[in-house]
């Protein structure tokens, strides 16, 4: 049930500056958020009229697979990992469409120093001379876990070039593995005169991780924002922490179940995004899909699309090295609303827009849901049908 009063928490909003549209002015409101979209009734019991407009970040509305970098709302439903130590993919990379691209400096690379360094000064090389506007996909790198030898040289050299948005950090198994990245970032070249923090994205990988998952997720409300990053989605790594826990991956993934739910709660309940897993049978497109909409059912935010590159398997199959753009089409139609969806959420918001002008004082519509659909579908450039 939703009520059209304005709920005690807020006072209604503040005009100033000037947008066009519906509504002249931005709406500030008292509980610290700046926003103008159509779709945040229930944030603030108040319905503003259907407009594409910027949307910046608000405290009391989370949970959307979209994060903000500077006045652009951007969404992410696909993570292309691209491995750093071949010129030819990171050249190749921004045209693939992905929503998010992760430049992998981790299971990719050899684990010899010189690899590493070798594939760290391509990725610095090609993030330097990259043409990232905002139209670009959003820019991350996995880093080398904690315990090893790489791990602050990479942040160091890579994290410090403002065109990365996020850093995975691989093998995370607790809250206190987020202090040393944050540390690291802290300290890193130009760390303070970024616009907004550098996100932090744990990538959860071992029983352990699980274990203190309510603690990882929990770091976000404890230590943002700071100059040391921000924690903005967790991560599934499942072939990892099936590997750990002797878990035995079937068609099915019922045995996955428990552990993904966990996992989607946890980040909804600290408004982080929630990454799924990998879909290892890459060749078959309707197993993706339906692994996708399961993990939409779920709750799950984004998708991680594979590459064929890590250093052990390129040891033995040279030519099958390969990025799999083919995945992300899938993937991001997939985790965006259905038109049937988006036809019926406009329906509900022309609902409660009636209802708003002829002073209901509430009305049994699913407003809520109805909001999260058509800010999405917005985010990701689909149509919004006139009803």
């Not at 198994?173 to 130009?190: N, T």
């Not at 967790?234 to 966990?262: G, H, K, V, W």
């Not at 309940?269 to 899909?289: E, H, N, P």
């Amino acid at each position: 049930m939703f009520r059209s009063a304005t709920p005690k928490y807020c006072h209604g909003p503040i005009r100033y500056g000037s947008i066009s549209d519906d509504i002249e002015g931005d709406e500030k409101h008292p509980c610290g958020c700046a926003t103008s979209l159509s779709a945040l009734p229930t944030m603030h019991g108040l319905f503003l009229p259907t407009a594409s407009r910027s949307l910046r970040q608000c405290n009391r509305f989370n949970g959307l697979n979209r994060r903000f970098i500077g006045t652009r709302a951007a969404i992410r439903r696909s993570y292309l990992y691209v491995p750093s130590g071949s010129e030819r993919m990171l050249q190749k990379s921004l045209g693939t469409g992905s929503d998010v691209i992760i430049y992998d400096l981790e299971d990719s690379v050899a684990p010899s120093p010189e690899d590493k360094a070798n594939a760290r000064a391509n990725l610095k090389k090609f993030l330097k001379d990259a043409d990232i506007g905002p139209s670009s996909p959003q820019i991350a790198v996995r880093v080398n876990d904690i315990s090893t030898p790489f791990f602050a040289e990479d942040v160091k050299e890579i994290v410090s070039n403002i065109k990365v948005n996020a850093v995975v950090l691989a093998k995370t198994h607790s809250a206190e593995d987020l202090d040393v990245i944050s540390d690291a970032i802290r300290q890193a070249p130009l760390a303070d005169v970024r616009a907004v923090p550098v996100e932090i994205i744990p990538s959860l990988e071992s029983a352990k991780a699980m274990w203190n998952l309510r603690d990882i997720a929990a770091w976000k409300t404890k230590h943002e924002p700071r100059v040391g990053g921000e924690l903005g989605a967790l991560m599934f790594a499942c072939e990892d922490y099936c590997a750990d826990t002797s878990i035995i991956r079937t068609p099915s993934r019922r045995e996955l179940l428990y552990t993904r739910s966990q996992l989607v709660i946890a980040a909804k309940a600290f408004g982080l995004d929630a990454i799924d897993m990998v879909c290892i049978q890459y060749k078959d497109k309707d197993y993706l899909r339906d692994e996708c909409v399961d993990g939409r059912q779920l709750g799950f935010t984004g998708k991680v699309v594979p590459v064929l590159a890590n250093w052990k398997a390129s040891i033995l199959t040279p030519p099958q090295q390969a990025i799999h753009p083919s995945q992300v089409p899938i993937i991001q139609s997939t985790y965006g609303p259905t038109p049937e969806e988006i036809l019926r959420a406009a329906k509900i918001l022309k609902g409660m827009r009636e209802a708003h002008a002829s002073e209901k004082g509430a009305i049994g519509i699913d407003v809520g849901q109805a909001t999260k659909i058509i800010a999405i579908a917005e985010a990701a450039g689909l149509t919004i049908p006139t009803v």
